[in-house]
């Protein structure tokens, strides 16, 4: 019906598993890949014709080695494809953005941001923001005086450990 629905929601899959692999390659790594979302949107469709392909193949190769062969064809194509579209970005000037070492906080607020990343695209996430102005409303106003006051009390504090 609507393919640009599809796309946007590849395109938010891929973001939210990027955000949520940042935290532990951040400190590995040092830097942010600027050009793995165009990346992993682009070789996507590729994946989904090379991987049954390989296990054809290989299940062809079982039964007569020429069938193996002749349904390995379309997944090596497939897989050509992938490795050229990851070594041309990866060839992109400013594709890599360095960051050098991550301090504890730095690595805190980028946990923050992967978590609501991965919070803003899930189907649970979405629901929360629809129903999020009539939830707040059916609150008493002391729970959304403390609830306001620990959302400004923890961005506070984030903001103190980033800066010392």
């Known amino acids: 019906d609507r393919p640009w629905l599809w796309v946007s929601g590849v395109a938010a899959a891929t973001m939210a598993a ?13 830097r942010i890949s600027l050009s793995g979302l165009p990346a992993n ?3 996507g469709p590729l994946g989904t014709i090379a991987f049954p392909a390989s296990a054809a193949a290989g299940g062809g190769a079982m039964l007569w080695r020429p069938l193996g062969e002749a349904l390995a064809v379309p997944a090596r194509l497939s897989c ?3 490795i ?5 970005l990866a060839g992109w000037r400013g594709g890599v953005l360095p960051v050098g070492e991550a301090t504890p906080p730095t690595l805190a607020l980028v946990s923050l941001f992967a978590l609501a990343a991965c919070v803003a695209v899930s189907r649970d996430g979405r629901r929360l923001r629809r129903q999020w102005p009539r939830r ?3 609150l008493p106003t ?9 959302v400004g009390g923890a961005a506070l504090a984030t903001i ?3 800066l010392a």
């Open 18 to 30: 990027q955000a949520a692999t940042l935290p532990f390659l951040l400190p590995i790594h040092e």
């Open 41 to 43: 949107i682009s070789i």
């Open 80 to 82: 050509t494809a992938i």
């Open 84 to 88: 050229g579209v990851v070594d041309w």
């Open 136 to 138: 707040k409303a059916a």
């Open 142 to 150: 002391a729970a959304r005086w403390a609830m306001g006051g620990f």
């Open 160 to 162: 103190v450990a980033l």
